[in-house]
């Protein structure tokens, strides 16, 4: 494993490989300023529609689709929103009948700086408050209506300072900043899920801002989905999109 370690860190040094995420549906993705590029480059317009392509000259019956046009993969690109999750996007934009392969959009978007992954920070609601965090981020505003009445944020004791220190980090960085509220789950629905006896203070520790969903899953050793329902039993849980 450190003979691997130490050849990927010299390729990826002389930027002969690029690494990007595992590509999964509940991502969710933006575009980038660079994505004008796709208008400017007729290289990039080549590459592209020959890679994104599910057919790629290969015979098929019945015959696919012809290729989107570069117009129409400009739109998909732009259209992209940290608040969708790549199912909604494929679902909403119908991307089998544009004969797209949906891993295949998202890798050349992410290998060209055509769009960027945006990742879900869980942060305890206390301090986004202690910072007023609210009013500096683009709220998803459907969501705190319909689950305004059902999320009553906890105060918790602790650090002041650090807290403070916290929320001025994640106000000071220029990304677009997003904030979900995850919504309570009524007992009777609440599924359980098997816990150590130490997860619940190691998740604790966890969700402090600093850590996104793929770190704490990682570390955790859970799916995003049974993080989804550990963190929508704490009502104090805030969602960043960052």
């Known amino acids: 494993v450190t003979l691997v370690r130490r050849c990927l860190r010299q390729l990826l040094y002389y930027r002969c490989l690029f690494m990007i995420d595992i590509f999964q549906y509940s991502n969710t993705y933006m575009c980038t300023p660079r994505v004008k590029e796709i208008l400017e480059d007729v290289e990039i317009q080549r590459q592209c529609i020959r890679f994104i392509t599910t057919a790629n000259g290969q015979q ?57 992954r945006v990742h879900k920070y869980p ?21 705190s209506k319909a689950n305004e009445d059902a999320v009553e944020p906890r105060r918790a004791k602790g650090d002041t300072q650090a807290q403070a220190e916290l929320a001025h980090t994640l106000l000071s960085s220029n990304l677009p900043l997003q904030v979900q509220v995850c919504p309570a789950i009524h ?26 969903y793929d770190a704490i899953c990682t570390e955790m050793w859970l799916s995003t989905v049974k993080l989804d329902l550990r963190l929508r039993h704490d009502k104090s849980v805030v969602i960043l999109h960052k």
């Open 123 to 143: 942060v305890k609601a206390m301090i986004a408050e202690s910072e007023g965090v609210n009013r500096h981020c683009m709220e998803n505003k459907e969501e």
């Open 60 to 116: 098929q019956d019945p015959p696919p689709p012809p290729p989107p046009s570069i117009n129409k993969v400009l739109q998909l690109y732009c259209s992209l929103r940290p608040s969708s999750t790549m199912k909604d996007f494929c679902l909403l934009y119908e991307t089998e009948n544009l004969n797209i392969d949906d891993r295949k959009f998202i890798t050349f978007g992410l290998v060209n700086g055509l769009i960027r």
């Open 187 to 212: 007992e009777s629905n609440a599924s359980p899920i098997s816990e150590g006896p130490g997860d619940n203070s190691k998740l604790e520790a966890l969700i402090n801002g600093t850590n996104c």
